[in-house]
């Protein structure tokens, strides 16, 4: 990082378009920004700080998309659009410098060395917003509504709710869908075709657990679901107790959209 | 009709959890160990992964296998599902993605061939009914017809015949209805008949697949004689011969009121258990032979060293290495590196030197790792330590314990 440039903090509406805009911004006027926020994240925002906001531009962010690929290949540009998907709080930063050093690189050789710390960084945060779209291959739980519709609640730690379309397309066919992100507000609805975005405006769902009010779920629906909860716990081993490896592999924050692990529903 | 499907699924899901086939104990995650690409679903109190409904289709049972919960001669509820209630179970389990497919499993009812054909009928309710697409891993029955067992490997994708017992002697003596040859011959004829499929399938892509996710099997462990030794034997054979994807250890739990053929445990052999998960990684990930892990003079793991520990302690002359220059294959032999980390270290080290800060960012076991290999910024001495020096060191900070399952 060049001495002496001016700290600014960038404001953009939060989308990837608002964020490389934000990049092309910076680059454009030679500033050092302090930060990334997104104006919808609701952080405070210090007042000692120069601030810019960054209205997304199309244009300008592919820009920095397109050079982003053609230097280190189009793996590579989407490597980093799922590393801005991480929850973790200092990644747009950690992309921020990855992509100085990039375009100080003109033949890109400097992220084929993973174990640059910079480089490093990157490829964690997308490598757990990747492992937790596998998880959540698992962890989705639909509940059938009396109007024959699948709806299921889910709140990861990352931005990855239309990662999820693919695997669901495939194992549901054509059987319409709804896999809503309590905490980003915001969903996919397939339709048995095409999938759309979503947000709910009257949510008839439950925050805390993921349930529907009794008249909008099918009439089978409660009876699977205690099935479920019967045969979850009927096949823990109980002379083999392991709940240290359990918590890592399914940790706490993930339990309360899953049916079997709601307490007052064990045998 | 629905307290009954309920009072099935308890007794017949209770029966089938000691088949420990789904979990992944003494391998779980972490430490760059090329896991499985299965999902999991959820995990159960004791820490295993629940990706499939894993049940049997009836718990009553003509024969009397003396390690079995299932045999005859206990006194316990018995169930029997229909072929129409588990295909439908299943199927409502998997929109609600709660599960990723079966596993179906069985006592034998009437005959094997009864049970057999039982089984067959659930897939084929659940493939051409329901058009279920998911996972499905199926028992064959011992003694069962090729011909059932053919239809078996149509319909699912992954087929596997317990050994459970690892000589033939001490499975006659504990299951007088068995021998070897009832485990063998099927698990020959699917291993053959998935051969021809894969040739088949290369001449004419719609040709039938024949369980295209392979065999596998599982031994009990604990509950006979046979040494460490005997069981890797085996199972490396199995993986050569039979082409079988997994080998499943169980450690022996009494699950009956004590047998005079059977050894009194208050405890599951656990420790041993994982051991064994540890060394069948090392043959499956790691190019070990299993008899570089152990031989007849060396006939047990080590409880107290997981086995890639207590190989290279008795191979010094391979250490140090040298991470900068040293084939792949023995960088895969370093205690505290996994295969995660010995790709990362091949595909970087022409960028530069891998040190220290290196190692620790991709998560190299140092404690570990620090005996076996040169390193400029490590302390010279810790290298040139002896085998017995290093495992007293080891062993005192508490490494290469089993509370560490995700070892190497
Ligand atoms: S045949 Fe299978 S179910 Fe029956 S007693 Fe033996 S192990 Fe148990």
């Known amino acids: 990082m060049k001495p002496n440039r001016e700290k600014v903090a960038y404001v953009f509406d939060g989308s990837l378009e608002g964020f490389y805009t ?33 209205p997304a531009d199309p244009a300008l962010a592919a820009r920095v998309d397109l050079g982003v690929a053609k230097r280190s290949g189009a793996k590579n540009a989407c490597m980093l659009k799922l590393a801005f998907r991480s929850g973790q709080e200092d990644v747009l930063l950690l992309i921020w410098r990855y992509l100085c050093r990039l375009f100080d690189c003109p033949d890109g050789s400097f992220c084929r060395n993973m174990l640059d710390p910079d480089v490093w960084d990157v490829l964690q945060a997308a490598r757990r917003v990747k492992r937790e779209v596998h998880r959540f291959h698992g962890f989705v739980r639909f509940r059938k509504t009396a109007d024959g519709f699948w709806f299921a609640l889910i709140d990861p730690d990352n931005d990855i709710v239309d990662l999820l379309i693919p695997h669901f397309r495939g194992r549901y066919a054509a059987r319409p869908w709804v896999i809503y992100d309590a905490r980003r507000n915001r969903g996919i609805w397939y339709d048995g075709k095409k999938s759309h975005d979503v947000v709910l405006e009257n949510k008839a769902f439950s925050l805390s657990d993921g349930t529907l009010p009794p008249a909008a779920v099918a009439d089978d629906e409660e009876h699977y679901c205690r099935l479920w909860q019967h045969y979850y716990h009927s096949v823990s081993i109980a002379q083999r107790p392991n709940q240290r490896q359990m918590k890592a592999a399914m940790p706490r924050r993930y339990w309360k959209y899953l049916p079997e692990k709601q307490s007052g529903h064990r045998q | 009709m629905k307290e009954k499907v309920l009072q099935k699924l308890r007794v017949l899901a209770d029966a089938a959890k000691y088949d420990v086939s789904c979990s992944s104990s003494g391998s779980s995650g972490g430490g760059g160990s090329t896991r499985s690409a299965g999902i999991c679903h959820s995990f159960t109190e004791d820490g295993r992964c629940i990706s499939l409904l894993k049940i049997l289709f009836t718990n009553h049972c003509i024969y009397d296998c003396t390690y079995c919960v299932n045999r005859r001669s206990n006194d316990r509820p018995r169930a029997a599902f229909t072929a129409k209630e ?302 017995e020096q290093i495992k007293q060191r080891l062993l005192k900070k508490g490494e290469g314990q089993c509370r560490q399952l995700a070892l190497f």
């Open chain 2, 86 to 387: 588990l295909a439908g179970l299943t199927g409502e389990f998997y929109r609600r993605n709660y599960i990723e497919g079966l596993f179906l499993s069985s006592g034998v009812m009437v005959s094997p061939d009864h049970t057999m054909e039982r089984l067959n009928e659930v897939v084929r309710i659940l493939r051409q009914q329901y058009r279920f697409g998911g996972y499905i891993h199926m028992k064959t029955i011992p003694g069962a017809d090729p011909l059932l067992v053919q239809e078996a490997g149509l319909l699912a994708d992954r087929l596997s015949v317990n050994i459970e017992i690892p000589t033939e002697q001490q499975l006659i003596r504990l299951a007088p209805e068995k021998n070897f040859s009832s485990v063998f011959r099927p698990m020959d004829q699917i291993n053959r008949e998935a051969g021809i499929s894969r040739q088949e399938r290369k001449k004419h892509p719609k040709a039938p697949r024949f369980a295209p996710a392979g065999q596998s099997t599982q031994l009990i462990v604990g509950a006979t004689p046979e040494t460490d030794f005997t069981i890797l034997k085996l199972a490396s054979g199995l993986y050569r011969q039979q082409q079988l994807k997994r080998v499943y250890y169980s450690g022996f739990m009494p699950v009956n009121s004590h047998d005079a053929r059977l050894p009194a445990l208050q405890k599951p052999p656990l420790v041993r258990e994982n051991r064994l998960y540890q060394a069948d990684w090392l043959m499956r990930f790691y190019h070990f032979r299993f008899d570089e892990i152990l031989d007849e003079k060396n006939s047990q793991l080590d409880l107290q060293l997981d086995p890639k520990l207590a190989h290279a302690l008795r191979n010094p002359q391979l250490f140090p290495v040298d991470l900068d220059k040293a084939p792949y294959e023995l960088i895969l032999r370093v205690p505290g590196i996994g295969v995660r980390s010995a790709r990362i270290i091949m595909a970087n080290r022409r960028h530069g030197h891998i040190g220290l800060s290196q190692l620790k960012r991709m998560g190299v076991a140092l404690n570990r790792a620090r005996y076996f290999i040169c390193c400029r910024e490590l302390p010279a001495a810790a290298a040139s330590l002896y085998p």
């Open chain 1, 22 to 54: 934000a990049v092309f911004m910076a680059f454009r006027d030679k500033t050092e920004p302090s930060r990334f926020l997104a104006a919808n994240a609701g952080q405070q925002i210090p007042l000692l700080e120069q601030l810019r906001h960054a």
